[in-house]
C-alpha cells in the first residue's frame, strides 16, 4: 500500500516515495521507495509543466440539500491519548477497558514507513511483503534470489539479520500541552508565542527522554495542529531478524495493475524476529492469529501509524490543492515516468534494475495521485466539506468568548491562498529542485548547492560542513536518466517562466531541450558526486561550468520564490495552529486530528460494496487467485512462483485470501494489525480500494476500504504451501520452537 508520512514539517506506507507536495511521504504497496523526495512548502513548489491542459473543475456547488457534513467525514482515526470507549460502547456493544488499549498499543510496531505486530511471545513480527522487500534484497547471499524464490529460516539460526531495520514500541505517552500552554501565556506578537511554545516543546521532550534513559527515544506530535501537544515515549530495537519472506509474484501478485484495486488476490506478508541482547525478545502483549476468521458485518479494529491527512484543512486550502498542488505533483510524475519509460524502451542492460524499479515506484505514485485529484474534483466531497466549514463556523460565531478570541481565521486562510496562486507558475517551475529529490537532475540540484563556491584555482573557497552534508544527499544518477529529467526541467523552466535561453550557456549544438541537457550532462563537473566535490575543493569549479550556468539563471527568480513562499508558510502555519485550538475548543476530542504517523487505533466492520456495476465481495479466495493465473497467463502480473503453480492436494483453495473493511486507515498503515475485539489478528492491512484515496481529504465509508490479506489465507500458505510448522505453532498456539523439527514434534503430540 501507499505510503504518505507527514513529520511536522514532511508529506506518509502505506507508502511514500520521500517527501511529496504537502509536507508528505509516498510509498507504493510494492514497497519501492519514494520518488520526489523531501518537498517543503518553501522550497518546492508543487505543481509542474502541465503540457496539456488541466480539464475544467466541476461546479463547486451542490444542492445543500441533499448534501451535508457526515458525523464521520473527518474520520475514525482515534487517539490513545484520548481513546472513544463511549463511542465504542455505543456501537460496538462493548467497552474494552485500560489494559485492552494498552495490549493494542504495546503490540503494535512502527517501523520504517510502516506498521507491524508481534504475533507471538517470543518477538516474532507480522508485516507487509513491500515494507520488508528492500531489506530482504539487501541481506541476500551470494547466489541467493530471495525475491524471486523466498525464505523461510527453518530454525532461529539462519534467522537473517537486517542491518538498517528498527522497529518502534510505543510505551508511554505524556500531556504536555499544559507546558506548551504556559510558555505562551500573555504573550501576544505569533512569532514570540511560536518561539516561546516551541522552547517549551523541546524542553519537555528533554526531559522526558532523560526520564525514559538508554534504549528510548521520545518524539513530540502536535495533534490539531498544535492545539493539543503530547510526547511519545519509545523503545526501540535494532537488532531483527527476517524469518520468512515469500515470493515477489505471491507476495505482490497483480503487480501495479491491481495496485489500489480489489478484489485482490496476494499474500503481501512477511515475518520478522526482535532480538534483545541476542536472544529472541520476550513478548507480554502479543495478537495470536485468529484461525476461524471473521465474518461479514464482524468488528474490526486496526491499529497502525496513519502517514498524514488533509481532513481538517479548509476548503481554501483543498481548493489550492486541487487547482495547484496535487496536479502539479501528477504533472511531474508523468513527464519523469515518460523520460524513463522512453530510457527503457531502447533496452540498454545498463541499470535496467534500478531503472524499472523507479518506474514500478512512479506508476504507483501516478495512481495515487490521480485518485487525488479526481477526489478533490469530485463535487460531492468538496460540497461535504464546505458543509462542515460552514458548521464550524457557526460553532465559533455562537460562542461569544470563541468568536472574540478567533475572528474570522478562515477568511484570512483563504486570503493567504489567493496569494499563494500568485506564485503558481514559479511553483510548478521549481517542483522537486531540492537535494534529497530524486526526480531532479543531480547536476542542477548540487549547482544549486555549489553556486556561493565557484572559484578559480587561484581563489578556491571553504567549502561549509552544510554545503557537504546537502551535496552528499544528492545521489548519483545514470547520465541518460539524468540528461531526461533536466530536459524536462528546462522545458518546463521555458514554460511557465520563460526561461528559453541560458544566458552565458553555449547552446549552439543544442536544437531542444534534450540537446541541451545532454550537453550539460556531458560537460558538468557537477554531474558527478566525487568529480563535484573535488571541483569544489580544488576550487575549479567555475562559473564557466554549464550546470552552473543554468543554476545561476535561475538564481533570483527562485530566491524570490522561496522567500515569498516562506513568509506565506509561515502566515499559513500559523493560521492552522490557531484553526486547530479553535477546532478543540469547539469540539474536543470528539473529532479524531488528522494522521501524523503517530498510532492510531480505527474501528470498522467487514463488508463487500458496490462498484462497476457490481458488487464487490467481503472475501476473496484461493480460488481467485489461481483463476488470474489461467486466465492471464505467465509473464503478466498475475504470474506464479513455480512452487505455487501446483498446490499441494491438501492445500484448501476455498481459504479466505484477502478481504475489505470499513477501517479509515491511509499511508503508513500498511502492515497493521487488524483485530477482532478479543485482540486476536484477523487480518492484515495492506492497501486501499481506488475509491479509498479520497481519504487524504475526507473519510467516506460507503465508497472507501482498507484491504487486508485474510489470517486464514496466511496460514493456509505457512502450513500447506511452505510447510513452515514454526510459524504456524507459534501464531496459533504461543509455544516457540527453534527448529522446524522440534515444531513437528510438537504438533504430533
Known sequence: MYKRIRFVLVFSPLLLLAACAGSKETASSDGSAGALGPVTPAEVPATVLVRQPLAPAPPERVDSTIIRAGR??????????????????????????????????????????CTASFVSPRGLALTNHHCVRNHAASVALEGERMLEEGFYARSLEEERPAPGMWADQLVDIRDITPEADA???????????????????????????????????????????????????????????????????????????????????????????????????????????????????????????????????????????????????????????????????????????????????????????????????????????????????????????????????????????????AWADSYRAFLALNPASSLGAAALRRALIAQDYAGSPDTPRVVSDAAREELARVEDQPAAVQAAFLAARL?????????????????????????????????????????????????????????????????????????????????????????????????????????????????????????????????????????????????????LPPRWRTPPGNFALDTPLNFVSTNDVVGGNSGSPVLDSDLRLAGLLFDGNIESLSGDFIYLPDRSRSISVDARGILEALDDMYDADRLVLETTKGRFAETEEAADAILSE
Open 183 to 421: 510558555a505562551v501565556a500573555g504573550v501576544l506578537d505569533e512569532a514570540e508565542r511560536a518561539r516561546a511554545r516551541e522552547e517549551a516543546v523541546r524542553a519537555a521532550q528533554e526531559r522526558i527522554a532523560a526520564e525514559a534513559g538508554a534504549g528510548h527515544h521520545v518524539e513530540t506530535i502536535a495533534l490539531y495542529d498544535g492545539a493539543v501537544w503530547s510526547a511519545y515515549v519509545f523503545r526501540r530495537y535494532t537488532d531483527l531478524r527476517l524469518a520468512f519472506v515469500p515470493e515477489l509474484n505471491i507476495g505482490f501478485f497483480g503487480g501495479d495493475p491491481d495496485n489500489f484495486t480489489y478484489p485482490r488476490y496476494t499474500l503481501d506478508m512477511a515475518f520478522f524476529r526482535v532480538y534483545e541482547n541476542g536472544e529472541p525478545l520476550n513478548v507480554r502483549y502479543y495478537f495470536p492469529m485468529n484461525s476461524e476468521g471473521v465474518q461479514e458485518g464482524d468488528a474490526v479494529f486496526v491499529i497502525g501509524n496513519p502517514g498524514s491527512t488533509f481532513r481538517l484543512s479548509t476548503v481554501a486550502e483543498l481548493l489550492f490543492r486541487r487547482d495547484v498542488e496535487e496536479p502539479a505533483v501528477l504533472d511531474l510524475i508523468e513527464t519523469r515516468l515518460a523520460a524513463l519509460e522512453a530510457l527503457r524502451s531502447e533496452g540498454d542492460p545498463a541499470g535496467q534494475e534500478a531503472l524499472v524499479n523507479q518506474i514500478f515506484s512512479l506508476q504507483n505514485a501516478r495512481k495515487l495521485y490521480v485518485g487525488r485529484v479526481k477526489a478533490l474534483n469530485d463535487p460531492v466531497v468538496l460540497a461535504r466539506r464546505r458543509d462542515a466549514e460552514a458548521q464550524f463556523a457557526e460553532a465559533i460565531r455562537e460562542a461569544p468568548a470563541l468568536s472574540e478570541r478567533y475572528g474570522d481565521l478562515i477568511g484570512r486562510m483563504r486570503e493567504v491562498q489567493e496569494r499563494k496562486r
Open 72 to 113: 464521520f467525514d473527518q474520520g475514525k482515526m482515534w487517539t490513545f491519548d484520548h481513546p472513544p470507549v463511549e463511542y465504542f460502547a455505543e456501537t460496538y456493544g462493548f467497552s474494552p477497558d485500560d489494559e485492552w488499549f494498552r495490549h493494542a498499543r504495546l503490540g503494535t510496531l512502527r517501523i520504517p514507513g
Open 491 to 639: 522545458s518546463t523552466l521555458a514554460e511557465r517562466l520563460g526561461l528559453d535561453r541560458i544566458p552565458g550557456l553555449d547552446l549552439s549544438v543544442a536544437e531542444s531541450p534534450e540537446e541541451a541537457a545532454r550537453h550539460v550532462v556531458a560537460h558538468s563537473a557537477l554531474a558527478e558526486g566525487a568529480t563535484a566535490m573535488e571541483a569544489l575543493e580544488s576550487g575549479a569549479l567555475s562559473a564557466a561550468d554549464p550546470a552552473l550556468q543554468v543554476a545561476m539563471a535561475i538564481a533570483d527568480e527562485l530566491a524570490a520564490y522561496r522567500e515569498a513562499m516562506a513568509a506565506l508558510s509561515a502566515e499559513e502555519q500559523t493560521l492552522a495552529r490557531q484553526i486547530g485550538q479553535a477546532r478543540y475548543a469547539a469540539y474536543g476530542v470528539e473529532t479524531p486530528p488528522d494522521a501524523t504517523f503517530s498510532l492510531r487505533i480505527a474501528d470498522g466492520a467487514v463488508q463487500g460494496y458496490p462498484y462497476n456495476g457490481t458488487v464487490a465481495p467481503p472475501y476473496t479466495t484461493y480460488y481467485g487467485l489461481y483463476d488470474h493465473y489461467y486466465s492471464y497467463g505467465p509473464d503478466t502480473p498475475w504470474d
